[in-house]
């Protein structure tokens, strides 16, 4: 393991995909999404991304110079076209336009359509609640993710975020996979040489592993059975038909698979708590999450990332990893 401040792992991440093909405002916004999740202790989506996101660029899926602008569609409903790049810089010039209009409305909605998402959802969703805003979001992926009942992936780990705004101090939000263990984690874990849980998934052979590297070979199963089965269903329907993007399959049908992110579709829904719920919204769910934290054992999601975010010290990085950002982008 290598030690990097956060300001390294910034520099690293901009040059490399500077270097790959990617102009500055691309190259900032992903970057700081990647800083981040390396300093909020999210390793399967901070550094562990980079090479993925060279590769897509060196191969021409991805556009390096998209210039992603957002549309009014109605005055609650916003639409960006993702000019087939990142979606970092697509949702950083989005997210402000769909605050406004829930914060006016109470309710607003954004698609996000022909972009490139491989980051961690927790940042647009957190961004919405520092406006005193409700965040959801989903997105779907390439199919990794058999039905409850099945072997044969149909679903993408097809994640939804949530938070949830707390004036005066940090949001409560939430960022999770509905398959049983995000890829990214079953990937670090296969590198490491760590097992993952029974249940997970399942190998080539059909039977259930805590092997990762068999698993990577299977597929991955949705967590709680037939219950996450339907929430990643409902993820594929919401990030596309809903937005007029694909579906997971269809998104590996048309994916050149050179090991970055596919093209997809994003939704994103905020709403006010003072517009629909009134006056005590915020008093009322401070009683929620005090109960909560009185029990032993219990804290609140997001915690931790908040907690590691105070810390700008070092980060430890893979040597492994590192040297394969450098082979990609030499320079950097």
């Known amino acids: 393991m290598a030690s990097l401040t956060l300001d390294e792992i910034y520099q690293l991440a901009y040059q490399s995909l500077c270097q790959a093909g990617a102009d500055d405002a691309n190259a900032s916004a992903v970057a700081t999404t990647v800083t981040h999740a390396e300093r909020d202790g999210s390793a399967s989506h901070g550094l562990f991304r980079i090479p993925g ?171 709680g059975g037939h219950k996450g089965s339907a929430i990643a269903m409902m993820v594929e329907l919401m990030a596309g038909p809903l937005v007029g993007e694909s579906l997971s399959f269809e998104t590996a049908e048309r994916d050149n698979v050179d090991g970055g992110p596919p093209q997809g579709g994003q939704f994103l829904l905020a709403v006010s708590p003072q517009i629909l719920g009134g006056e005590n919204w915020s008093q009322q769910a401070e009683g929620l999450f005090t109960r909560l934290e009185a029990m032993e054992g219990v804290r609140l999601p997001g915690q931790r990332r908040h907690n590691l975010r105070e810390n700008q010290g070092n980060r430890e990085v893979n040597d492994s990893l590192l040297a394969e950002i450098r082979q990609l982008a030499p320079q950097a």
Not at 70 to 97: F, K, M, N, W
Not at 188 to 193: H, K, N, P, T, V
């Open 53 to 223: 996101y060279l590769k897509s660029l060196l191969s021409g899926k991805v556009n390096g110079k998209a210039d992603p602008q957002p549309e009014q569609v109605t005055p609650a409903i916003l639409r960006c076209h993702g000019d087939h790049g990142y979606a970092p810089l697509a949702l950083q010039r989005s997210v402000p336009a769909l605050a406004e209009a829930a914060k006016t409305y109470g309710i607003a909605a954004l698609t996000l359509t022909h972009s490139h998402h491989f980051a961690a959802l927790w940042p647009e969703v957190e961004a919405l609640a520092e406006h005193d805003l409700m965040g959801f979001s989903c997105v779907s992926y390439k199919p990794v993710v058999a039905p409850a009942g099945g072997n044969e992936a149909i679903f993408g780990t097809n994640p939804i975020a949530f938070a949830w705004p707390r004036p005066g101090r940090s949001p409560l939000v939430y960022d999770m996979a509905t398959a049983a263990m995000a890829q990214g984690e079953v990937q670090i874990a296969a590198r490491d040489g760590h097992s993952v849980p029974l249940g997970t998934g399942l190998g080539p052979d059909g039977e259930l592993t805590t092997d990762p590297q068999e698993i990577l070979k299977g597929v991955l199963l949705p967590f």
